[in-house]
């Protein structure tokens, strides 16, 4: 399967887009945006460029991604204020004077590009023209302070391979997308391309080592593949802040993300029973998933040895009966399709998606009247060396 032809989030608006489910990663995101926004503050003022480059790899759609841009711009624009309050001079003549902060919107190409730009008009308008109350009381307005201009472009392709020139951004973020493989490893099929993780999508507790140690093994090559690529994209003084799914500790067979990929396989082992998906099928669908360890991270930092590991944080979203009005196990079912979809249906169909994702929001749910499932996510600062 060529996941870079197939995979993307579910575009649109309707109600299984991800626009309109991704409410999970936005609250994961808000609450270490603090971090995300001071890191993006320390690289503006360590670097003071007259235009800031910005990367969102694996940017999806939605009103997420502009989001994200919002606050980044608005995070920039406030650091770049307090160097205008704090310097003598007219920002005419400041060496230090911001003309611009340039963003580029990073996804594979199958990506719904198009729903962004649609909205962003709309939205420049608003980011950069809203007044700002604090200027007119403030020394800035005797130095002709003018907001920086806002761009914002487009940039397809896996981030497994080079995006931009060298030496070319100050700030890479990504949010939800490094724990997505190049591809599904290779290890897991069998000299005739047949898949050994029989009955399972992902590492379960059926899986036979060589399965475990093939998805390890992806992950440290696309992990240090990427970590080598940003850092010939990244200027001196750049930082990256990455954002992605985990596990607690050593063991991949535990109530957190891996668990909840056994728990699709087993809504689609249901249909299997009803006769509404060959089991075959079933067999043969593996999923470029990985969720890595604290020491796995640290591990592939360390031997790629580009960047310097300045926070390591591990975190997970605080659970709600409840998330706007529906169960978590719907949310997550809804949440999961979003992401999905395209991969389920270029290998099952369409057909089976309505059935599928109601089992599973019912098995979700039933595991949590159980016990607690714990998805754990990790967030990572680093320093280009």
Known sequence: MD?????????????????????????????????????????????????????????????????????????????????????????????????????????????????????????????????????????????????????????????YTSIFPTNFLHFVYSSYSLHWLSKIPPGIYDEHGKSMNKGCIYICESSPPTITLAYAQQFREDFSRFLRLRSQEITKGGRMVLVFLGRECCDHIDRGNSFLWQLLARSFAILVSKGQVEEEKLNSYDVHFYAPSKEEIEEGVRKEGSFKLVRLEMFQIDREEEINGISYGRAVASTVRAIQESMISHHFGEHILDSLFSTYAKVVDEEMSKQDIRPITFLLVLSKI
């Open 3 to 159: 996941v870079e032809k197939i995979f993307h989030m579910k575009g649109g608006h309707n109600n299984t887009s991800y626009s309109k489910n991704s409410s999970l990663q936005k609250k994961a995101s808000d609450m270490v945006k603090h971090i995300t926004m001071e890191t993006i503050q320390e690289v503006y003022l360590s670097t003071t460029p007259e235009i800031l480059t910005i990367a969102d790899l694996g940017c999806s759609c939605g009103p997420n991604s502009l989001s994200m841009i919002r606050d980044l711009y608005h995070a920039v624009d406030d650091a770049y204020k307090k160097t205008l309050i704090n310097s003598s001079k007219s920002p005419i003549n400041n060496n230090n004077k911001l003309s611009s902060v340039s963003v580029y919107l990073n996804d594979l190409p199958t990506n719904d590009f198009n729903s962004i730009f649609r909205a962003l008009p709309d939205f420049l308008k608003e980011v950069v023209s809203k007044e700002d109350d604090g200027i007119k009381s403030s020394c800035l307005t005797h130095q002709g302070y003018f907001r920086p201009s806002l761009f914002v472009a487009a940039s397809p392709g896996s981030f």
